[in-house]
Structures are given as C-alpha cells and as structure tokens.
C-alpha cells in the first residue's frame, strides 16, 4: 500500500500529470523534487493524525511557518502570484 499512496500523493499533491517538461532530464529533477515533497506530505500528514498536539514549530521552519500562514489567509480562489 505504501507505494501507491506515494503515488497518489505525488499525482495529486504534486501534480505531476499536468506537467510537460521538454527533456528527460528535466523530467527527472522534477519528480525528484516530487518525491521529496510527497513523502514529506505524507509524513506531516499521518504525525498530525496520529500526534496533534505537536506544535508545527517542530516539523516547520520559520520561513515555512509564515507562508503557511499567508496560504491559510488567502481566499480560496485567488491565484497564486506569478514570479
């Protein structure tokens, strides 16, 4: 079961299908970089469950902490800023 709810986690967290990338390399990187934050997820998510009363101090960094928090602001709908 653990490698499919990876997958899933990087298909939906991720979004790696909707991805077009215009090498094999660049492909690679990317799913690296998926894989990272898939399982990263996943972790958070199932300590969460399992230990709420965890502060988030303990698993975030500062920096982490306050664009989780300007996330958590914004109205559902609003797009994401363009860099």
Known sequence: MGDRVL???VKVVCG??????KSA???????ALDMI?????LLLTRLGKEHPELPAE?????????VLGVKK???PDTP???S
């Open 7 to 9: 997958a899933q986690s």
């Open 16 to 21: 790696v299908e909707r991805r077009q990338m």
């Open 25 to 31: 390399q660049a492909l690679e990187r990317a799913l």
């Open 37 to 41: 934050v898939a399982s990263r997820v």
């Open 58 to 66: 303990l698993f975030y960094t500062a920096d982490e902490l306050e």
């Open 73 to 75: 602001k914004r109205p």
């Open 80 to 82: 994401q800023a363009q």
